[in-house]
C-alpha cells in the first residue's frame, strides 16, 4: 500500500472511533442508542474478555476478533480501537506542538520486566481474587472514567451556561441539567492516571501502553507472532533514523534495521516519515537472527511469579471481595448492605464482574449509580453502588443492565425488572414526621411504585407508613422522597443477593362510573 | 400540585373569585371590562375530556374571559408521574390540548406547560402523552427539573410556609390555569386543585416535613393564583393515589369541574372522589384562611350532562 495512505486510515478510523466514544460518555440525554454503545463495546478486549467468561457465547466474543486482528496484524487494536491509545496519540501531537523534543522519541529498551510483572500480576490478582487490578489498568476503563469524571461535567456545565442563555430568549431545548459531583475520593484514582497517562504521552509517546499496560503488554506477546509486520528494505535504507524519531513506542533500531514488534502499535508513522521508501508493511519474512537469552532476566520473572502464586495462597485466607455489613447500631438507618445496581445478581457476582468503568454511572437517566468509595470494600471502589441520597432508581427503566460491557449487569428486559429486589425499604418509625411531627406527609408511599409502602391508619385523622416487603424492589424512591433528617425513616437494605419480588396485587374499586353530580 | 396564578394580571378580574384576591397594583390589567361570570362553578359529565371542556369554557363566557390578546399563559396540568395517560396519574392530554387550542385563540402570544415531576422528568413528560400533543398545539414544553429555574417568593401570612421557590414562568406569565386531575392521595387523601401547586414550586420536601395540610393552604395564599381551574375527572384513580398501581385503581368518571374557586373546586372534587371534606385538612383549612368557599350549596354552580 502506498506510504502514507494506511497512516490515512488509521487516523480517520481512530478520529472517529475516538469522537464516538466521548459522544457516547458525555451524553447526558441519552440520546444515542443503546445497541450503538454496545457495538463500540463488543470490541473492547477486557470487557469483551469478562462478558465472554461469563456468557461463553460468541456473541460476547469482540476479543476473539482483537485476537485475530493482533495475530496477523500486530497491535492494531492499540491505535485503531483502544479509547486510551487514540487519546495518547492525541496527547503526543499537542506534546509536540508544545516542544518538538517532546515529538523526537528515537529508539529506547523495552521495559521489559516491568511490563510483564504487571501483566502477570494483573493476570493473577484477576484470576486468584477478582477484576481489581483490571478495575485500574484496562485502557478502556480508564478512558471511561475520564470522561465520566472530568469531560462530562464540563459539557453539562457548557450545556447549562447555553441552557440559561436560551431561555432568556423563551427557548427551552436544551434544559438546565443539576450538577451532582461524586464523593471527593473517587476522584483521585482517575486524577492519578490522568496525570500518569496524559503526561507520559504528552512528552514520551506510547510509554504508558509499552511499559505499564496490561493489554498492551499481552497483544505485545501475540503480536510477536504477528502474520504483518513493519519490515525494513535494508538496501533501500541510508540509516537516517527518521522513522526511529517518528516512532511514538520507540520501538524502531534503525541501525539493526529491527522493530520491536511487541512494542509496535501499527501507527505506520515509521512508512509515512520514511523518505527512501525502506519501510513497509507486509507480510513477515524470516531472517536468521542470533537468538540471546537472557537467562537472568528469565529467572527473574520466574521468581517474581512462584513469589506472587505463593502470596496468593497466603492471602486468600483473608477478606473476601464481599462486603462486610457494617454494623452501626447508633445510626438509626442501620444498613447492613449496600444496594447493588439491578442485574447484578448478587453483590459477589457483580464485584467480580464489573471493572467500574462507570458507563453505566454515566447513562443511568436519573444519577442514581454513583461510585462506590467505601460500599462495597476497597477492592470494590469506584463500582456503581445504588445512592438513594442522590437520586432512585426510575421504575420503567432498565439501561445500565443493557449497556453493561462486562456482563456485570445482566440484561433485564423491563418486567423482570420490576420484579427484581434489589434491596429491602425499612421504616423506621420514630423517624417519621408523622410520628414525630404528628403532621400528614406520606412522601414515601406516594413515591412508591409497587405500594409495598403503603399508609395505614396512625392517630385521629392521620395515616403512618408501611412496608410488605415481599412486593418491595428496593429502588429507593421512598428513602430519596423521605423528608426526614439528617436520617430517613425510611431507608432500603440491599439484598446481598437480588431475589424475585412479589407482583403487587391490586383489585378493582368498587366505587362505582357515576350517573350523577354528587354535589 | 396547583399552581398559582396570576388573577392579578391576567384579566381574571373577571371572574367571582377575583374579589377575593387582593388587587394592589394591577389597577391597569383591571381596568379592561371583565365579563360578568354567571357560575362560580361548571361541572360536565359524560363527554370526552375535550368534548367537556368545549361546553364547560363556553358556559363561563369562554377563555376569552381569562386570556386576552397577547397574553402569556402558563397551564399546569399534573404531569409528575412516569405513567401512561390510561392509568390516570397524569391530567388527560387531550383536555391539555384543548386548553392550549383555547388559550391560542383567545389570543394568547404564548401558552407554557410544565411540571416539577416526582418521577424522571424527561419519561413524566413523554409518557404522560402530554409533551407531544402540547408542542403539537404550539405550547412551550418547559423543563422544570433544576432549582435554577425557580425563584424565591415570600407569603408573609403564611402560617408554615413563608417562603417558597416557584417556578420563574409562573412569575413571567400573565395568566395561570390550573389543570389538575383528580387522584386519590395516600397521605392528604385528595389531591386536584391546591395540592397540584405542590409541582410549581422546588422544595416540596420541605411541605412534607411541615406539615403538609397546612403548607398546601399556605401556599394558597400567595398572589398569583389560577385565573381558572379545570379539574380533570375523566379516570380518577381512587386508591393507591397519587400514582396507582395498575388500572384496577382507575374508575372512569368522565366529568370535568370548572370553576375560579379552588377550594369550591377541590370540595366538589371531594364528592367526586366521596371522601368528606372534612377529612381532607387542607380543604377546611383554606376555607377558614378565606382563600375559597368549601360550602357548594352556597355557590352558583352549573351542571351539564352531555
Not at chain 1, 118 to 142: E, K, N, Q
Not at chain 1, 163 to 184: C, E, M
Not at chain 1, 476 to 484: D, T
Request: proline share 5%.
Amino acid at each position: 500500500m502506498s506510504s502514507s495512505l494506511l497512516r490515512r486510515i488509521r487516523i480517520v478510523f481512530s478520529t472517529l472511533v475516538f469522537i464516538f466514544f466521548v459522544l457516547v460518555f458525555v451524553d447526558f440525554k441519552s440520546l444515542i442508542p443503546t445497541n450503538y454503545i454496545n457495538t463500540l463495546m463488543f470490541l473492547q478486549f477486557v470487557p469483551s474478555v469478562l462478558k465472554f467468561y461469563d456468557l461463553k457465547i460468541l456473541a460476547a466474543g469482540g476479543f476473539l476478533f482483537i485476537l485475530l486482528l493482533t495475530l496477523l496484524t500486530g497491535r492494531t487494536y492499540c491505535s485503531f480501537i483502544c479509547p486510551l491509545g487514540i487519546w495518547q496519540d492525541l496527547n503526543s501531537r499537542i506534546g509536540g506542538r508544545i516542544k518538538k523534543k517532546f515529538r523526537r522519541y528515537g529508539f529506547k529498551r523495552p521495559f521489559t520486566i516491568l511490563r510483564y510483572t504487571i501483566l502477570a500480576v494483573t493476570l493473577i490478582v484477576t484470576m486468584v481474587w477478582g477484576v481489581y487490578m483490571i478495575t485500574l489498568l484496562d485502557p478502556y476503563s480508564i478512558f471511561a472514567r475520564f470522561m465520566t469524571y472530568f469531560a462530562k461535567p464540563v459539557v453539562i456545565i457548557i450545556n447549562n451556561f447555553m441552557a440559561g442563555i436560551l431561555g432568556k430568549f423563551d427557548i427551552y431545548t436544551l434544559s438546565n441539567v443539576p450538577v451532582k459531583g461524586f464523593p471527593l475520593i473517587v476522584y483521585s484514582i482517575p486524577a492519578v492516571f490522568f496525570l500518569l497517562v496524559g503526561g507520559l504521552s504528552l512528552t514520551k509517546g506510547r510509554l504508558y501502553c509499552n511499559m505499564i499496560c496490561p493489554v498492551g503488554t499481552f497483544l505485545g506477546l501475540i503480536s510477536k507472532i504477528s502474520l504483518f509486520r513493519i519490515k525494513f528494505n535494508e538496501t533501500a535504507c541510508t540509516r537516517c533514523g527518521r522513522c526511529a524519531m517518528r516512532c511514538k513506542s520507540s520501538c524502531i533500531d534503525f541501525l539493526k534495521y529491527d522493530v520491536d514488534i511487541s512494542r509496535c502499535v501499527s501507527c505506520f508513522n515509521c512508512i509515512h516519515t520514511c523518505q527512501d521508501k525502506a519501510i513497509s508493511f507486509g507480510i513477515v519474512s524470516f531472517k536468521k537472527k542470533v537468538h540471546e537469552t537472557d537467562e537472568s532476566k528469565r529467572k527473574l520473572i520466574v521468581g517474581s511469579l512462584l513469589l506472587l502464586f505463593g502470596l496468593s495462597r497466603v492471602s486468600n485466607g483473608q477478606d473476601k471481595t464481599a462486603p462486610k455489613p457494617k454494623k452501626d447500631s447508633t445510626v438509626k438507618e442501620n444498613r447492613t448492605c449496600p444496594v447493588c445496581p439491578p442485574g447484578g445478581v448478587s453483590i459477589v457476582d457483580f464485584n467480580k464482574d464489573c471493572i467500574a468503568c462507570s458507563l453505566c454511572i454515566n447513562t443511568c437517566p436519573n444519577g442514581v449509580l454513583q461510585p462506590a468509595y467505601r460500599q462495597y470494600g476497597i477492592a470494590g471502589i469506584m463500582q456503581p453502588v445504588m445512592d438513594y441520597h442522590k437520586s432512585f432508581c426510575t421504575y420503567n427503566c432498565t439501561k445500565c443492565t443493557e449497556i453493561c460491557p462486562t456482563n456485570a449487569l445482566h440484561p433485564l428486559i423491563l418486567e423482570a425488572k420490576k420484579l427484581t429486589q434489589i434491596g429491602k425499604a425499612k421504616f423506621i418509625k420514630d423517624n417519621c414526621i408523622v410520628k414525630t411531627e404528628k403532621t400528614a406527609c406520606g412522601a414515601c408511599s406516594e413515591s412508591c411504585p409497587t405500594k409495598a409502602c403503603h399508609m395505614i391508619p396512625y392517630e385521629g385523622n392521620l395515616v403512618i407508613p408501611e412496608v410488605t416487603e415481599d412486593i418491595c424492589i428496593g429502588c429507593g424512591h421512598c428513602e430519596f422522597a423521605c423528608p426526614a433528617s439528617p436520617y430517613k425513616a425510611i431507608f432500603v437494605d440491599g439484598n446481598s443477593v437480588h431475589i424475585a419480588a412479589k407482583k403487587p396485587e391490586n383489585v378493582q374499586s368498587d366505587i362505582k362510573t357515576p350517573v350523577e353530580f354528587p354535589f | 400540585m396547583k399552581r398559582r396564578d396570576f388573577l392579578k394580571t391576567s384579566i381574571g378580574g373577571s371572574l367571582a373569585a377575583g374579589a377575593a384576591l387582593k388587587m394592589g397594583g394591577f389597577d391597569k390589567l383591571w381596568s379592561s371590562a371583565p365579563p360578568a361570570a354567571k357560575y362560580d362553578m361548571v361541572a360536565v359529565m359524560g363527554g370526552s375530556p375535550d368534548a367537556m371542556f368545549d361546553l364547560g369554557i363556553q358556559e363561563l363566557g369562554g377563555m376569552g374571559a381569562f386570556v386576552q390578546k397577547g397574553q402569556k399563559v402558563l397551564i399546569k396540568p399534573n404531569m409528575g408521574w412516569d405513567v401512561i395517560p390510561e392509568l390516570g396519574a397524569n391530567t388527560n392530554p387531550l383536555l391539555v390540548k384543548r386548553i392550549i387550542e383555547h388559550c391560542f385563540k383567545a389570543g394568547a402570544k404564548e401558552v407554557y406547560i410544565f411540571d416539577h415531576t416526582c418521577d424522571n422528568w424527561v419519561n413524566c413528560y413523554n409518557h404522560s402523552g402530554i409533551e407531544k400533543i402540547a408542542k403539537s398545539a404550539g405550547a412551550k414544553v418547559v423543563p422544570a427539573n433544576s432549582e435554577s429555574y425557580y425563584q424565591q417568593i415570600e407569603i408573609p401570612e403564611g402560617i408554615k410556609l413563608q417562603k417558597a421557590k416557584v417556578h420563574q414562568l409562573l412569575l413571567e406569565t400573565d395568566v395561570f390555569i390550573n389543570v389538575p386531575i383528580l387522584k386519590d392521595h395516600n397521605s392528604t387523601r385528595m389531591t386536584a386543585c391546591l395540592k397540584n401547586n405542590m409541582g410549581l414550586v422546588w422544595d416540596r420536601g420541605y411541605w412534607h416535613a411541615n406539615n403538609l395540610n397546612q403548607c398546601i393552604a399556605d401556599y394558597a395564599l400567595y398572589e398569583k393564583k389560577p385565573a381558572l381551574n379545570v379539574i380533570d375527572c375523566y379516570n380518577v384513580m381512587v386508591k393507591h393515589g397519587p400514582q396507582g398501581v395498575s388500572k384496577e385503581d382507575i374508575v372512569s368518571m368522565k366529568s370535568q369541574i370548572l370553576t375560579t374557586d379552588w377550594v369550591a373546586g377541590d370540595a366538589a372534587a371531594a364528592k367526586m372522589l366521596g371522601v368528606a371534606v372534612e377529612k381532607i385538612e387542607y380543604i377546611p383549612i383554606a376555607h377558614k384562611m378565606g382563600l375559597g368557599n368549601m360550602n357548594l350549596d352556597s355557590l352558583n354552580i352549573k351542571r351539564i350532562k352531555m
